[in-house]
Nanobody, 119 residues
Framework: VQLVESGGGLVQPGGSLRLSCAASGFAFSSYAMSWYRQPPGTERELVAT????????NYADFAKGRFTISRDNAKNTVFLQMNSLKFEDTAVYYC?????????????WGQGTQVTVSS
């Protein structure tokens, strides 16, 4: 299983970024995908989750109305469109999935992509 995030960078408050996560090594279209983030000095937190077919999404309260998670199962890619970015959105953003193994469900993570919101 490999998850590779891209699209992070430096953006001004009020700006937008689109993160991508390219997945490989598993049946991508069979599993839900999530984005998490870890702001400086804090724990990792869930941002959004999308179901395997993309028909159902869930967002953290801070993401509702500003962020949109989507996926392209033909390209094994999940996206996070982030609009109206705030200083407090500064964090490393991680792609995540959970896949069943013989020992139970296992979390897989990408390496993360840095998002910095600064003027």
């Amino acid at each position: 299983v490999q998850l590779v995030e891209s699209g992070g960078g430096l953006v001004q408050p009020g700006g937008s970024l689109r993160l991508s996560c390219a997945a490989s090594g598993f049946a991508f279209s069979s599993y839900a995908m999530s984005w998490y983030r870890q702001p400086p000095g804090t724990e990792r937190e869930l941002v959004a989750t999308i179901s395997s077919a993309g028909g159902s999404t869930n967002y953290a309260d801070f993401a509702k109305g500003r962020f949109t998670i989507s996926r392209d199962n033909a390209k094994n890619t999940v996206f996070l469109q982030m609009n109206s970015l705030k200083f407090e959105d500064t964090a490393v953003y991680y792609c995540n999935t959970m896949i069943p193994t013989a020992k139970g469900w296992r979390d897989y993570w990408g390496q993360g992509t840095q998002v910095t919101v600064s003027s």
